[in-house]
């Protein structure tokens, strides 16, 4: 929420600085993002007389105007507004300066052969509103020569977040309380004027949705002119950020933004028959002043008349009844909405809007006939009018929140002794009764608080969170003992392994748009949440490759040329019983470029199903699974290509991972161009090393003796899988073979139709003695036989 200095200052009556004001606003637990000084946007802008305007001699839209900045020579400024002309006064940028709309920095330069020092300025150059035809046009007794930033009273702004339990601090006046609260100030209540009506209202206002609309409020005014809101107005809804619109929009946005009650304002003769608040019926539709069509449904309360509805109870008003420069009439609708209905509704259309994220949270109650008062009296200052009696259609709540508080709660939960007079001052300044007996009656508008904890931190924050001592936990002595789990040891070492071998890092989302979640769940229960925050964040992720896959497509549409992801995270299903699921996976997308293109190896190479086995294979032995006895299968499932994926297995049903190609149908879902690999490894799945743990290298000893290496070259049928044949040759002597590798797969001429010849590299390594070379012949034998089960015959 951005507001200025000037703005708070209707509310606060303080000296303090403007860095004071952020410390306090940080200590009272409103986080100040940025402070705005315009005096800085500004420096440079001066205003300046225009002395002489004559036609540039080499075009015809462009005037070469003389200016008078009050000290020294006159400059020469070309410029192209329509309205520039001899003895207006505007807002001149000199060179140096840095235009807030684009950033440009001017210089003095020459246009159509003809120099120019600076620029004459529009309304939108300067971000104070959307006019742009001509430069700004500043009254006669503007003083030539002095800064723009002064002379328009500018004042910082403060951008501050307000966290959703403090929906009462949506508005200046709400951080102004806390402020005051804290001894910054005196805080200054809104003076409420008191608005006779002049005549009864001539619109039926009612309510027939009790639950979603408890209280509907209104009058009409007549007579008034709409037009440009007072410059004041448009100044402070500039600095929070709004841009203004007309004098009667204008009001009911200040108002909002002041106090942190939305209202509404109707075109009067747009409207038919009664104002009423009811549920809208099944399909009907709204084109909303976004200027998009909503459909809704029979759980969303409206604001509707005799044509059908005109407005999105407590969210967004309709185009339709909108006021325009022609409006004479107006309705004024200030309501009270129920925070969960509108919260429903909010995420079903997928509509967020300022009104909605303060109903959401809860408004106040209370203010109902002081904002309709307020607002009334805002529009009648600036477009005139005459104001009708208030209808008022039902009730808001109006009991109160009474908790039973004990003082000492406040050292015990806060950590800080603070007396029992501060602490009743402290709740006292917040608008809480506090009675004899500490029986605290809590103002409507603090919806936030449920018990005496509550209590305890608005004592805490505002006695000032500083001053809560730093205590250190006991500790034992001696060495601590470690405190990570093994589960977590195996992160900490498959994050190393992971980075090591050149994968980045990505931390992606738990929860997943219901489709993507849908995509990859095979048939599993999912875990899908009523109340989500976005519909993109409805189901819990059933694997990790759908949030690579989405952070993979937006580097990759920002040019990057190749990505290495990995994440290791948790999976969610819901088990038996309802139960949650969770499994711990490790996920990998690799997607572009494997190599750049270069003059040594002429095209760029892309990633291939061998690369994603390779990286399971590398993390599985990181994990401590033994990859020596996994069995490559196929079945990697739908979202893999079939001929370019598989699993790898510790027996035929205990699946460690599957790797390999993306389907085109997958890629296609998450918006990814060019071939993409992935690998998921189920670290739950590998087993445990008995005696506790997971299997584990032990330390390093290098052998005493030589290792030896010897080749073979085996002809197998073409439908055995090397690795099979490797994993034989590896077991058929476990004593003296401590490793197995292919290095060349042929088949064609030479070769025996419907065979290849693989050929092996076996490593040998002697225990006690070395080989003789009957030891050799031996294991050699055993290698052949055990080959031989595979239908394997020693190449000739």
């Known amino acids: 929420m951005k507001f200025s200095l000037e703005w708070l200052k209707d509310f606060l009556d303080t000296d303090a600085s403007v860095t004071e004001i952020a410390a306090a606003l940080n200590a009272v637990g409103h986080e100040v ?52 002309r001899a003895g207006m006064k505007g807002v001149l940028g000199l060179p140096g300066a840095v235009v807030p709309a684009n950033g440009m920095e001017l210089r003095k330069s020459a246009i159509r052969g003809i120099e120019s020092n ?92 009790p639950e979603g609309c408890p209280a509907f409020y209104g009058r009409v005014i007549r007579g008034v002119s709409n037009g440009a809101s007072p410059d004041w107005m448009q100044r402070r809804l500039l600095a929070a950020g709004q841009r203004p619109i007309s004098a009667l929009v204008d009001c009911t946005n200040y108002l909002m933004l002041a106090t942190g009650r939305p209202a509404h304002v109707y075109d009067l003769a747009k409207l038919d028959g009664a104002v009423i608040a009811r549920r809208a019926k099944d399909g009907e539709t709204v084109e909303a002043l976004n200027e998009k069509t909503y459909t809704l449904d029979d759980s969303m309360t409206v604001i509707a008349d005799d044509s059908g509805v005109h407005d999105i109870g407590g969210i967004m008003g309709g185009e339709h009844s909108g006021a325009s420069e022609s409006t004479t009439d107006v309705l004024l609708e200030i309501a009270y909405f129920d925070p969960a209905r509108i919260g429903v509704t909010g995420r079903k259309l997928g509509l967020a809007s300022d ?64 007396a ?63 405190t990570a789990t093994p589960q977590q040891m195996l992160e900490r070492k498959l994050r190393r392994a992971a980075a090591a071998r050149g994968l980045n890092e990505a931390v992606t989302w738990s929860f997943l748009p219901t489709d993507e979640a849908e995509h990859f769940a095979e048939g599993a229960q999912l875990w899908v949440l009523d109340n989500p ?49 969770e499994k711990l996976t490790l996920g990998i997308v690799l997607a572009g470029d494997k190599t750049p293109r270069g003059w040594a190896n002429g095209k760029a190479s892309r990633f291939d199903a061998y690369d994603a086995k390779g990286e399971a294979l590398a993390l599985l032995e990181a994990a401590g699974a033994p990859v020596d006895n996994l069995m490559v299968m196929g079945a990697a499932g739908g979202q893999f290509h079939p001929g370019q994926s598989a699993t790898l297995r510790l027996g035929p049903k205990n699946v460690l991972a599957r790797f390999g190609a993306l389907h085109p149908k997958t890629l296609a879902a998450f918006d990814v161009d060019g071939p993409a690999m992935a690998v998921e490894i189920f670290l739950d799945a590998i087993p445990a090393k008995k005696g506790g743990g997971t299997f584990a290298r032990t330390d390093y000893a290098p052998p005493a003796l030589q290792a030896v290496t010897r080749d073979f070259a085996f002809l197998v049928p073409s439908e055995v899988a090397a690795g099979e044949l490797l994993r034989t040759v590896r077991n058929a002597d476990k004593a003296n073979i401590v490793d197995a590798r292919i290095f060349d797969i042929f088949a064609g001429q030479g070769v025996p139709e419907g065979k290849k010849s693989v050929a092996i590299e076996v490593t040998l390594q002697p225990q006690d003695k070395s080989y003789k070379d009957a030891d050799l012949k031996a294991i050699s034998d055993a290698i052949v036989a055990a080959a031989a089960k595979q239908g394997a015959e020693l190449r000739g």
């Open 533 to 581: 925050i976005s519909e993109d964040m409805k189901a819990m992720r059933p694997s990790l490759l759908p949030g690579l896959l989405s952070a993979a497509r937006r580097n990759l549409d920002r040019g990057a040329s190749w990505l290495r992801l990995f994440e290791i995270g948790r999976r969610y299903f819901r088990g038996k019983d309802g139960a949650s699921d």
């Open 355 to 418: 009104a909605r994220t303060r109903f959401e949270r809860g408004v106040d109650p209370a203010f109902l006939d002081h904002g309709l008062a307020i607002l009334t009296d805002l529009i009648i200052r600036t477009c005139g009018g005459e104001p009708s009696e208030v209808v008022r259609a039902g009730s808001p709540p109006s009991d109160p929140q009474v908790v039973r508080f004990d003082p000492s709660l406040t050292a015990r939960l806060g950590g800080v002794d603070v």
């Open 420 to 482: 029992e007079a501060d602490q009743r001052r402290i709740l006292a300044s917040l608008d809480f009764a506090v009675a004899d007996d500490w029986q605290v009656t809590c103002p409507l508008r603090r919806h936030d608080i449920e018990g005496p904890a509550d209590l305890v931190e608005e004592v805490v924050r505002i006695h000032g969170l500083d001053k809560v001592e730093s205590v250190a936990l006991p500790r034992v002595d001696g060495v601590a003992r470690p």
């Open 118 to 209: 600076g620029m004459m300025c529009s309304v939108r150059e300067l971000e104070l509103g959307d006019e742009h035809d001509g430069i700004i046009e500043l009254p006669e007794d503007a003083p030539v020569g002095s800064s723009f930033a002064d002379y328009q009273s500018a004042s910082p702004v403060f951008d501050v977040a307000i966290t959703p339990n403090r929906p009462d601090c949506m508005g200046v006046m709400g951080i102004a309380r806390d402020l005051a609260a804290a001894g910054l100030g005196t805080f200054k209540p809104l003076d409420v004027p008191k608005i006779d009506g002049q005549y009864p209202c001539p619109t039926e206002i009612r309510t027939d949705d």
């Open 33 to 84: 993002e940025e402070i705005e000084d315009p005096a800085e946007r500004f420096a440079g802008f001066r205003i300046a007389k225009v002395l002489t305007a004559d036609r540039h001699p080499d075009a015809d839209k462009l005037q070469v105007l003389t200016v008078d900045m009050g000290e020294g020579d006159p400059l020469q400024v070309v410029c192209g507004a329509p309205n520039a």
